[in-house]
């Protein structure tokens, strides 16, 4: 299991007394060094009960785009696995710029579950799944499944939120998810709090169907 989480910058904030999220790349990098130390030690301390160690991953999307710097990514990721440690994913907040920023932490999801051939991403968020309009406004119905390669025509689901801390929505998870899905990792959207009901094959959220990749011919 990976574990891929945003925070760093959100957590850094009240350190340096800021109440909002900081909109110059200078101070997002600040907060972010601040808070990247910080989060992984919320992550370990929650972890100690059940006898879990946490390893630090942290990643721009140049090192995805450079294949030595994705080739060593990946191996590190396989290597803390077979040591039975939990890597915890985050965007390197420090030292990324706006030009070279993977843009919201389900894209990074989606390519880091690609980059170790990934079985499943779930991509949580406060919605229990995703539908066919705004889940507040009238008529909106929850899409249970989506089929490989479904262009989902007629759906509305809106542009990315920002909010004080972070940014996301619908539409993201659908962008990442189709990322994840076409490269062969099934993907189900969902709720935090409802980690356990998917955990054991409930059907909850949206599921979104993998691609399967055509059989390599047999040369005999």
């Given at each position: 299991?990976?574990?891929?989480?945003?925070?760093?910058?959100?957590?850094?904030?009240?350190?340096?007394?800021?109440?909002?999220?900081?909109?110059?790349?200078?101070?997002?990098?600040?907060?972010?060094?601040?808070g990247q130390n910080l989060l992984i030690f919320r992550y370990?301390?929650?972890l100690d009960r059940y006898d879990i160690v946490a390893g630090q991953v942290l990643l721009t999307a140049s090192d995805l785009d450079n294949a030595?710097?994705?080739?060593?990514?990946?191996?590190?990721?396989e290597r803390l696995m077979a040591l039975r440690i939990l890597p915890i994913v985050n965007e390197n907040d420090t030292v990324a710029t706006h030009e070279i920023r993977f843009g919201d932490n389900d894209r990074l999801a989606?390519?880091?579950?690609?980059?170790?051939?990934?079985?499943l991403l779930v991509l949580l968020s406060d919605v229990d799944a995703l539908y066919t309009c705004p889940p507040d406004q009238p008529g909106a119905e929850r899409i249970s499944l989506v089929a490989s390669g479904d262009p989902l025509v007629g759906m509305e689901f809106g542009a990315t939120t920002v909010n004080g801390v972070g940014t996301g929505g619908a539409s993201t998870k659908v962008t990442a998810a189709r990322i994840a899905a076409q490269a062969g990792t099934a993907v189900l959207v969902t709720a935090t709090g409802l980690v356990a009901e998917a955990l054991r094959g409930e059907p909850v959220g949206t599921w979104f169907e993998p691609r399967i990749a055509p059989a390599t011919p047999r040369i005999s």
């Open positions: 299991m990976v574990l891929v989480s945003s925070g760093a910058i959100a957590i850094g904030m009240p350190y340096l007394q800021l109440q909002e999220r900081p909109t110059d790349l200078a101070t997002q990098q600040a907060a972010a060094s601040v370990q301390d929650s030595t710097h994705r080739g060593n990514a990946q191996r590190a990721m989606a390519l880091v579950a690609t980059l170790i051939g990934a079985d």
